[in-house]
């Protein structure tokens, strides 16, 4: 008998050091423009301890530096939550995301379809040992990522906006769950040199503040419909060198939410072919402190599809309608100079056989392109002392409007977009539900500030489609 009930003590033991093993395994899917506010809640919510492996600059091995991890697409938190001196190993997270895109979350929570993700666990041994791990998107390798279904996600989409309503070629997407953390402000910006940069050939008028740069709805239309248009149209000045300078427009790919909120708000809307270009650099560019930056662009073509970095074969653009898979791979290319071939638009004319120019009398030239605030301000404007000044880009009003916190609360600023997390309808269940929302509150009452602004009583304008009108709330 004795026996017996040592046996059932360990038994119990055993189980209950089973349980005390228990893990949660959350995936989450999401757009770029929700990455940092994401990582950052995620890093405040798990107790202090947790390590996080990923892809990215700088992430290299376990990093426990939520600054290092925000920059991060693709990774594996592990960790124990919720973060109180009580919490015990029956907690423990781990925790995969992809911010692959605003289009694509929406896709992997409206068609519970198959996602990539890491296939490390946030194990020091797990390979590569030490290094950043692969792109689980881009990858492969089979051994380099996992398959699974996404648990929840975020986007600064509306599931409207996008394709994946009711059956879409051949899948069935479910109405989700869509709930408002925050606010993304986008901006437009032009790469050095153009009128207004802090250095410039155009004059003392131009840095001393008597020109503002400046895109309208009307000239944002022209230049992403034909690529390019003549600087004299932007600025307004066709008695100096102007009218033999040329702007091309450069863009963010069919998975970016920040595409479809910025065609959508000069009038696009989401199914019009634009028409981007797509560099290859003569001068390499430079990378310092995690910031890509610099080089020169010997010649460029419009968008290749064969460079097209989509997660979705359903949105399979034309040529000249692709874009960068993140805003700071757009941001790095509005640092560049634009060599003559480039900018007089050097091609191959099969019919003559020999290489002709578009502007031949051109004599320089200027990308244009969109990103958030948050890529912009140190990758684009360089504030944070990392970019030289002669690469530093420079931001555009809209409609003759700055892009400040104050004139987007107030609606005076239109190009923006809200910051949703993405739940399903049924089968999100506890844990991973409480998790999910505790994430959306985190984000909501304290996060929302890293990559944007909050939806609170200061923001006193609202929208109901992404490029809709602004009206008061």
Do not use: C
Request: no cysteine.
């Amino acid at each position: 008998m004795k026996m017996l009930k040592t046996l059932a003590l360990s038994a119990l033991v055993i189980a209950g050091a089973h349980e005390a093993a228990a893990q949660t395994t959350v995936h989450i899917v999401g757009s770029n423009g929700d990455r940092v506010a994401t990582q950052i809640a995620i890093s405040n919510l798990l107790k202090p301890g947790w390590v996080y492996r990923g892809n990215g600059s700088g992430v290299n091995g376990l990093v426990t530096n939520a600054t290092t991890v925000a920059t991060s697409n693709f990774g594996v938190w592990r960790g124990y939550y919720p973060a109180s001196a009580s919490s015990t190993p029956e907690n423990e997270y781990i925790i995969k995301v992809s911010f692959s895109g605003a289009l694509a979350g929406i896709a992997a929570i409206a068609g519970n379809t198959d996602q990539r993700f890491v296939a490390s666990n946030g194990l020091a041994e797990d390979a590569p040992v030490g290094g950043a791990l692969p792109n689980p998107i881009t990858s492969n390798n089979p051994a380099e990522y996992v398959v699974a279904k996404a648990d929840f996600g975020f986007s600064t989409n509306f599931q409207s906006t996008s394709p994946f309503n009711g059956v879409f070629q051949g899948v069935t997407y479910s109405p989700i769950v869509e709930e408002i953390v925050g606010i993304s402000p986008l901006g437009f910006y032009a790469s050095p040199g153009y009128p207004g940069s802090p250095v410039n050939p155009h004059g003392t008028g131009y840095e001393f503040g008597t020109y503002k740069p400046n895109i309208t709805t009307q000239l944002a239309q022209l230049l992403y419909t034909t690529g390019s248009v003549s600087l004299a149209q932007l600025t307004g000045d066709y008695t100096g060198d102007h009218a033999n300078q040329r702007v091309f427009a450069i863009g963010r790919n069919t998975d970016a939410g920040q595409r479809f909120g910025a065609y959508t708000e000069i009038g696009l809307g989401t199914t019009t072919n634009v028409s981007v270009w797509f560099p290859t650099f003569s001068t390499a560019q430079t990378t310092a402190s995690g910031i890509t930056y610099g080089g020169v662009v010997g010649s460029h073509e419009l968008w290749p599809i064969n460079q097209q970095p989509s997660t979705s074969a359903a949105l399979a653009v034309p040529v000249g309608s692709g874009g960068y898979n993140s805003g700071a791979n757009l941001a790095a290319v509005l640092t560049t100079v634009l060599g003559p071939n480039a900018y007089k638009g050097q091609f191959f004319n099969p019919d003559t056989n020999q290489n002709e120019l578009t502007y031949p009398n051109a004599t320089a030239g200027y990308y244009i392109g969109y990103v958030t605030p948050g890529d912009a301000n140190n990758r684009v404007l360089g504030n944070n002392g990392v970019i030289p000044a002669a690469n530093r880009g420079v931001a555009l009003r809209f409609n003759g409007v700055e892009l400040t916190n104050a004139n987007v609360q107030n609606g005076t600023y239109t190009a923006w977009l809200y910051n949703r997390i993405l739940k399903p309808q049924s089968g999100l269940v506890e844990p991973k539900l409480g998790f999910a929302n505790a994430v959306r509150d985190r984000i909501r009452d304290f996060d929302a500030t890293q990559s944007g602004l909050f939806n609170d009583a200061n923001f006193r304008v609202k929208r109901f489609t992404d490029g809709g009108l602004v009206v008061p709330k």
